[in-house]
């Protein structure tokens, strides 16, 4: 039996895009060029998600509004220069989404990433018509506000119960579960599968193909969380 979904909703960084390594590396030489302590890398995974200046300021809260303005503008500058190349999309992504495509169901991203650099990436991997609409942090309110996805449902004519967000931190399920909407969590990104489970999402999976396996499954059926 197939589910009852029309909508499937993407995060990109560490959801379709192997990019958390280069978002950790950014965040921190543009710390050192702000004359900040780097970070941990599992804190600065904690905040993947977020709109960027939100990010920053969860990192150094003792920022002020001038500073946060200029570390943003470090952190643009170094990871434009990683990202020269797009980070790879994760394996099974492409045939995954086209499969989606065929099968009728809508497609869209909702992403922490400003419109700019989601332009880009979207450029590069020849999507730029791809997805029926797109979202960025920078036009709309951030994770885990449901605003965003509210947009994308309201321009898709999709109601909440027929729609489902994909993501790879507590910010994307949250922001489901804020928008009336189920949710998947994937395990291979910036938070693991048993920290994302206390969320409620309708199933947990650590490879992207696994997303159509349980999509054209039965409705019972789940993967371990």
């Not at 993407?10 to 302590?37: H, K, P, Q």
């Not at 492409?94 to 990436?121: I, M, P, Q, W």
Request: charged share 20%; with cysteine; net charge negative.
């Amino acid at each position: 039996m197939k589910k009852n979904y029309q909508l499937l909703i993407f995060d990109w960084d560490g959801t379709l895009a192997d990019s958390i390594g280069r978002i950790v590396l950014a965040m921190n030489l543009a710390a050192e060029r702000a004359g900040e302590a780097p970070s941990e890398e599992g804190a600065v995974k904690g905040i993947i998600g977020l709109a960027l200046i939100e990010a920053i300021s969860i990192l150094y809260p003792h920022l002020d509004q001038a500073r946060l303005e200029v570390f943003r503008q470090h952190y643009a500058d170094v990871y434009m220069a990683l990202d020269e190349q797009p980070s790879p999309l994760f394996e099974g992504v492409v045939e995954s989404l086209e499969a989606f495509r065929a099968e009728g169901y809508r497609l869209a991203v909702a992403t922490g990433k400003a419109r700019r650099g989601l332009d880009r990436v979207l450029k590069a991997n020849g999507w730029e018509h791809f997805f029926d609409i797109t979202r960025g942090a920078d036009e709309t309110r951030g994770k885990p506000h449901p605003l965003m996805l509210e947009e994308i449902l309201a321009h898709c004519q999709v109601e909440p119960g027929q729609a489902l967000m994909v993501g790879d931190s507590a910010f994307d399920l949250q922001m489901a579960n804020n928008a009336g909407m189920h949710s998947v969590a994937v395990g291979y990104g910036a938070m693991s599968l048993q920290a994302l489970a206390e969320f409620g999402p309708q199933v947990c999976i650590d490879h992207f193909s696994q997303l159509r396996e349980w999509l054209s499954g039965p409705a019972h059926n789940q993967f371990p969380r």
